[in-house]
């Protein structure tokens, strides 16, 4: 059954280091810099306008701090965290990072200002998911899996290792107790613009993660599970409306199966109507199972889009 996106779970984007205006933000936290009050006053803000337009989880990251100073970046999560559950109106929190130590800092964080809500964990992978879910017995989540795989010569060989990655998480995470419905997949979205592979029966990373979508969905052992993808990833470096291209690539991907996005809840992205043009070029990404053929048509229909909007 197709999701709609009415239906749809959204993981709110904007307490996001890698976002250019909130990185500028956070960095005058992160240096407790001449006008830190203002700073936080506008991350409270942002929390704000994310509850208010509905977001189901609003996600913290602040990775582009850590390496300069670790302990540093640790404070800001625990303070990013806990401004969420003063100011997200009952909207639980998604701690998004790629680093063990600033999922765990957020995690205790949550659970120190006693918010009842059950926060998010993203991401799981197999190099880290006994860590974290060892976590869950003490401070219970949900999470997103990252399913990336180093691609080999065939889609048919893509495809399986992407499934296989998320059986083996699945697997683990049954091992520590979670529901399926407490388990999300996401199987990367990847820029279109760059998403043209030059290896002889190689499929796009658009082709791989749609159809791994459908392949979880359909498949009855991930009976209750739900997918996701960070939606604003699609249009980086691509001329033109942002909204229209997210509003096409999240119409494809829902037929696919997508039940969640990470996404800018405070833009007009859910109210935007998919643009039948932009529909197709995103169709033809998502066919792009590494014939030459249909290489060449996703080539010709970015290359056409992007003369048409510069």
């Known amino acids: 059954m197709t999701n709609s996106v009415k239906d749809i779970i959204k993981i709110g984007e904007s307490v996001h280091a890698s976002i250019p205006s909130m990185n500028r933000v956070m960095k005058v936290v992160f240096e407790n810099a001449s006008g830190s009050e203002e700073a936080v006053e506008k991350i409270c803000e942002k929390i704000r306008q994310q509850a208010e337009n509905g977001a189901d989880y609003i996600e913290v990251n602040v990775d582009d701090f850590y390496a300069e100073d670790s302990a540093r970046a640790e404070e800001m999560m625990r303070q990013f965290v806990q401004l969420t559950a003063e100011h997200g109106r009952g909207v639980p929190v998604c701690v998004d990072s790629s680093n063990d130590e600033l999922i765990i800092a957020g995690l205790e964080a949550w659970q120190e200002a006693g918010a009842p809500e059950r926060p998010m964990v ?167 199972d590494g014939s030459p053929e249909k290489l060449g048509d996703a080539m010709t229909a970015i290359s056409t889009y992007c003369t048409e909007n510069r």
């Not at 529901?179 to 030059?198: G, N, Q, R």
Request: hydrophobic share 40%; charged share 25%.
């Open 122 to 288: 993203n991401s799981v992978k197999p190099h880290n998911m006994d860590r974290l879910f060892e976590l869950s017995r003490k401070m219970p989540f949900v999470f997103i899996a990252l399913i990336m795989i180093e691609q080999g010569s065939s889609a048919e060989e893509d495809l399986e290792k992407s499934v296989s990655t998320a059986e083996m998480i699945f697997d683990k995470a049954i091992e520590y107790g979670f529901k399926p419905e407490e388990m999300y997949f996401d199987t990367s979205a990847f820029p279109l613009a760059i998403d043209l592979p030059m290896n002889p029966g190689q499929p796009g990373r658009t082709w791989l993660a749609f159809e791994t979508i459908k392949a979880i969905k359909s498949n009855p052992k991930f009976e209750g599970v739900r997918c996701s993808l960070g939606i604003s990833n699609c249009f980086r470096d691509i001329p033109g409306s942002k909204n229209a291209i997210a509003a096409a690539y999240l119409g494809v991907a829902l037929e696919y199966g997508l039940d969640a996005g990470i996404v800018n809840v405070c833009g007009k992205l859910l109210e935007t109507e998919p643009d039948e043009k932009l529909t197709d070029m995103v169709r033809k990404f998502a066919s792009l």
